[in-house]
């Protein structure tokens, strides 16, 4: 009897970390980049009642009796999957089509990664996320500055005032993961490396697989807002079940003990 309890609070406790999962995913609804994740469950660990081989009769097996501890959420799967891209004729925003980060020095000189390409420069005029984070590698922007292309394959290029010609200053660099599952998100819109990412490859965006760059595009999130809404009433449901499952365990309890009245 108290097992059931227990084993529904675990069950409660879980649905309450997936509710947590589908509030941050609804919360960065309208945070560029962000990719949605999902929370995974387990099943917990298996107590043997009856063992198969006890109880055999000629040469048949009666099934095993065993009685599960609950359930507990054990990680959060991100969906890499690209969200749509929308247009702000800024042209300093760059969106990702396709694979692949752009990468940010932080300040203890570490590369983080991230598919925010809301850019803007610093006083030095070098291109920088809205936190102020440099990109690697680095490209200044001139101060005379009047006009400034970024095409599909990452070429930063610039027109001077007074000046005709566009003229190179720097190449956008994309970073690739055989498993972006695998990256650590950190906040601030940046994931950093891990052994279950494996070591990122580096190149120029439309070659080896990685995406094209978009200038004057920002990626949305590719968080499906009815979905997670079903996600939520679900959640809500199995909760409230395994709160009424605590409930019964408890009127059970009560029964037994008004047997000896």
Known sequence: MLRAIRTAATGMSAQQAGVDNIA?????????????????????????????????????????????????????????????????????DVAINGDGFLQVRRPDGTVAYTRDGTLTRNAEGMLVTQSGLPLEPDIAIPENTVEIHISQDGLVSVRLQNEPDMVEVGQLELARFVNPAGLNPIGGNLYEQTQASGEPTIGTPGQDGLGTLMQGYLEAANVDVVQEMVNLITAQRTYELNSKMVTTGEEMLQIANNMKR
């Open 24 to 92: 941050n995913n609804l919360a960065n609804a309208n945070t560029v980049g962000y990719k949605q994740s999902k929370i995974v469950f387990h099943d917990l660990l298996y107590q043997t009642i009856q063992a198969g081989s006890e109880g055999e009769a000629q040469g048949v097996q009666p099934a095993t009796m065993q009685m599960g501890h609950g359930a507990t959420a054990i990680a959060t799967v991100r969906n890499f999957t690209q969200g749509s891209l929308i247009e702000t004729g800024n042209a300093l």
